[in-house]
């Protein structure tokens, strides 16, 4: 092969070289400029992604903090929070909440009654989730105690506490005139001529007895109410022969037996308290009994006042004589026993010993004084100088930390 030869294939190599040179380098660059396309992409798509889960879990609006209550209900998954939530426009997005709290919360989220608001993130929501809410009352079966000597207002709290009655249901009901008239028609020979009483606070206050009942879920206010008065029925039923050992009518019997049971805790104190109170009825003497004004006063203490004493109600049985107009409580068969079979005595007056809960009994108002300022006044007195010589030391610390 002649000079030319070789000159003409070598020069040929060449620019195939630089061909292949030259290609090379447009390829490494338009694969640098696609990874680096493909790299702005990522970084745009992170960073896009980035703001809008950040405003997915954010607040729905900053600015507006006004409560929105939320129920979650029992058996509800991070799913159905989530949806809950959304509905109640409390987070932005469902899904990505749902993502949320289930790669952020390691404990068990509970039912209940919630309060939140939309200037709350997802992080503000998760927190109240955890802390937990209201108890959701689940209506079930049970039973309900009323205790000897409850009053209205008592049993209406125990049940709502306890049943889906609330107690201003229960009271609503209990003042019911429909409701009141469809029992008497009921039980006539009980409660004839209740609904003519003037100044009852409470129609049937007295006519719950005290017991236990069946409560069933789903039970009404009227329902409920209508079995206790059943009771007392039975009651009244089988005590009529025994009802002409007194003059009073089994209203009377009733309101008269609710104050001794609150005045006596022996059955043989409440047979002589009754007396005491037969005693100062024959005579036209006024009761003068403290529980009925604490009833008037609607308070629950342990000293009655002379200002106290000015409550103008008809249950104050120091203004007004006789009986008041109704029960004072539910009373028990005992304390309706001791008013029906009283021991008959010679007293006009009785005083407790609080501590002792001792009952002392006088013929005379100058005994009587006597054993109230013994131990009724002395232990006031008591019971003050303690309170005022707390009130000094409590004084003198908080001079001496100053």
Not at 132 to 144: K, Q, R, S, Y
Not at 175 to 203: A, M, R
Not at 215 to 237: D, H, P, R, S
Not at 372 to 381: P, S
Request: net charge negative; no cysteine.
């Amino acid at each position: 092969m002649n000079d030319n030869k070789w000159h003409n294939l070598r020069e040929y190599a060449k620019r195939e070289e630089a061909k292949d040179a030259t290609i090379q380098k447009w390829t490494n660059r338009i694969v640098r400029y696609i990874l680096l396309g493909i790299l702005i992409l990522v970084l745009l798509f992170g960073i896009g992604s980035y703001f809008y889960v950040r405003n997915a879990l954010g607040p729905v609006n900053s600015n507006h903090d006004e409560p929105v209550e939320v129920t979650i209900p029992v058996g509800s998954n991070a799913s159905d929070i989530a949806s809950i939530l959304a509905d109640a426009n409390i987070v932005n997005n469902e899904q990505l909440f749902d993502y949320y709290l289930k790669f952020n919360n390691n404990v068990e989220l509970q039912a209940g009654h919630y309060e939140f608001n939309q200037s709350m993130n997802a992080s503000d929501v998760l927190a109240t989730l955890q802390e937990g809410g209201e108890p959701i009352f689940v209506d079930v079966d049970t039973t309900l105690t009323i205790i000897e000597g409850m009053q209205i207002e008592e049993v209406a709290e125990m049940i709502g506490l306890n049943t889906a009655i609330t107690a201003e249901e229960f009271l609503e009901t209990i003042n019911d005139e429909t409701f009141i008239e469809n029992l008497i028609t009921k039980y006539p020979s009980l409660l004839e001529g209740l609904d003519s009483i003037e100044g009852l606070k409470y129609p049937l206050e007295g006519y719950l007895y005290p017991a236990t009942y069946d409560y069933m879920a789903g039970m009404t206010a009227e329902e409920l109410i209508t079995e206790m008065v059943a009771a007392t029925n039975n009651i009244y039923q089988s005590l009529l022969a025994d009802l002409d050992n007194t003059y009073l009518s089994f209203h009377q019997v009733l309101t008269m037996a609710s104050i001794v049971e609150r005045e006596a805790v022996t059955e043989e104190d409440r047979r002589l308290v009754a007396g005491v109170f037969y005693n100062r009825l024959n005579a036209e003497m006024p009761l003068q009994s403290d529980i009925t004004v604490l009833y008037a006063l609607n308070e629950h203490k342990e000293f009655v006042t002379y200002s106290d004493l000015e409550v103008d109600s008809p249950y104050n049985t120091y203004q007004h004589a006789g009986l008041p107009p109704g029960p004072i409580n539910s009373p028990s068969l005992v304390s309706i026993n001791a008013v029906i079979y009283p021991e008959w005595n010679d007293y006009y007056y009785f005083v407790a010993d609080l501590d002792t809960g001792d009952v002392y009994y006088s013929s005379t108002i100058e005994e009587h004084n006597a054993l109230v300022e013994e131990y009724v006044n002395a232990r006031q007195e008591s019971i003050e100088n303690a309170s005022s010589d707390q009130e000094e030391s409590t004084e003198e610390s908080d001079s001496e930390n100053n």
